[in-house]
């Protein structure tokens, strides 16, 4: 084990160790990328496998428990559990599904396969003229106390779409840009206890927050391309992607990237702790691409990163990267 394995990361009370030997998986389960997360009232973690199977269920420890959904979507995005159901984002299928934790689809939130028209096309938000109704690209899900489903939708509509918990569109709010309210890929969401909606607009740098209609209230900028968010006891946790990996054709790396990270704050906008940032995503402490997050009951955290589907983008070996991590809490 390399030393660095023993490092403390993060600060203050939420100190972390990671534990990058966890995952077992048997050897014909193909394991391509968690471009999603999750955790049920068991501690079991789903992961969103942009292979097959693309669902895969993996005890606390790591050990295989099950796996399931060949052939139920066109390309897995987020994955959300609520009330042991999960919330499954399909973005080229355009799409959003709610199943059972055994993979038995219960029912289709708005309508699914057909793209709403905005004016872009394939992942260009920069071409997006209208908002339309859902969906264009959705990316994730959250779900209120009350049973309201909330949608980011994501790379092809810049808009946030509210749902009843029958499944009835009550409203949508955004459209492109960078004003308040405005988004430029709103690629995560998450309700906190108070019902307040965070929006994680990622190629603004920023995290917006709104009541349950759509009132802009305020946002955070100390973000680099924030993917996602886990609300866990009055905590935020944030997977930020960073702008050295997972850039769109059309960018580039800044002269002094940031690398994917992990940031902790409360629910009044305080930074409490974070690692990762820098530029080597081999190391224990690094990221290439971080996608999604999730907590479980102890105070564990995982990640699941896009380092696959980044790193062919960009031209990169993929040989070692890691996808999915997981940071044990230390007792303060």
Known sequence: MNARQHELLGQGDLRFRADPDWL???ADVNFVEAIGVAV?????VFIFNRGDPPIIVVSPAGQFVDAWGDGEFQRPHGVT???DTLFLTDDIGHAVHQYSLDGERLRSIGPAG???ETGVVGFDHRQITAGGPPYNLPTNVAVDAGGEIFVSDGYGNSRIHRFAANGELLRSWGGPGSGRGEF?????VAVDRDGRVFVADRENNRVQIFDGDGEWLTEWTDVVRPCDFAILDDLVYIAELGNQNGLFPWQSRPATPTGGRVSIYNLDGQLLSRWGGGLDARRVDGFYACHDIAVDATGNVYVGEVAITAATNAGEPTAGLPTLRKFDRVAS
């Not at 049920?40 to 079991?44: A, E, G, K, L």
């Open 114 to 116: 057909t793209p709403a």
């Open 24 to 26: 077992q998986l048997p």
């Open 81 to 83: 559990v609520v009330d």
């Open 40 to 44: 049920d009232s068991q501690d079991r």
């Open 184 to 188: 430029l890929v709103p690629h995560g």
